[in-house]
């Protein structure tokens, strides 16, 4: 069985929304019968490599908040962070531009890696405050996540690697009307929307595996 997940590595609830199906998956009784497989979602494709800007700022500006609202949603958020495990320090966050980041993610794609690689690209944004837009700071989370130093230098020296897949997973994205990350599909006909609770998530799990054993 396959769950599918689109998100991007600068989307807080996608961190979150990944831990929580890690949650349910390790209380799933056929975990090891059910492959997770990321897709490409761009939140501003737009956004610069790397940008001036601090989260705070971006987001004020984005959506008219004052920098007290900003303050107390990402609070927020980093609580809800913290319940699940993750310690997120959103004051050290800077916008990028993560169509790099999703090209590496398609290269460990084929390399088995995905996952890993995932992971160290949001641990570096949320925990460590690392500019994932960054070529030399995309090179060394990857590596330091199981890629290899070659094909890692391959794909940022060449921007069309890698780059249609990208754009595969996005307009699939568009096909199917998701608008809003994390979005998950389990067995190709349960859709999920948000991060939702871990119960939720194995909730569909098992009925997707009781569909299929049926």
């Known amino acids: ?18 831990r929580r199906l890690e949650a349910a998956l390790a209380d799933f009784p ?8 990321f897709h490409a979602f761009e939140l501003d494709p737009q956004a610069p490599k790397v940008s001036t800007m601090t989260l705070e700022q971006l987001l004020a500006k984005k959506y008219g ?17 913290a319940a699940d495990g993750l310690d997120f320090h959103l004051d050290r966050a ?15 794609k084929s390399l088995g890696k995905q996952a890993a690689v995932k992971e160290a690209f949001m641990n570096g944004y949320f925990v460590n405050g ?8 995309l090179r060394a ?6 890629l290899p130093a070659d094909a890692t230098d391959r794909v940022l020296a ?7 897949e990208v754009r595969r997973d996005e307009a699939e994205a568009r096909k199917n ?3 809003g990350v994390p979005f998950f599909v389990i067995d190709g006909k349960y859709g999920i929307s948000g991060a939702q609770p871990a119960d939720v998530l194995k909730g569909a799990l098992a009925k997707a595996w009781a569909e299929r054993s049926a």
């Not at 107390?72 to 980093?78: D, E, G, L, R, Y």
């Not at 800077?94 to 460990?108: G, Q, S």
């Not at 690392?130 to 700071?137: E, L, S």
């Open 1 to 18: 069985m396959q769950v599918d997940v689109w998100s991007d590595v600068v989307c807080p609830w996608c961190y979150i929304g990944k």
């Open 30 to 37: 056929n975990r090891d019968q059910v492959a997770v497989v």
């Open 65 to 81: 908040m004052s920098a007290e609202k900003v303050e107390q949603v990402q609070a927020q958020v980093t609580r809800t962070a």
């Open 94 to 108: 800077r916008p990028a531009n993560t169509f790099d980041a999703h090209r590496l993610i398609a290269l460990a």
């Open 130 to 137: 690392q500019r994932v837009g960054d070529g030399p700071t």
């Open 141 to 146: 989370l990857a590596i330091e996540a199981g």
């Open 158 to 164: 060449d921007p069309t690697l890698h780059a249609d």
């Open 177 to 179: 009307n998701i608008r």
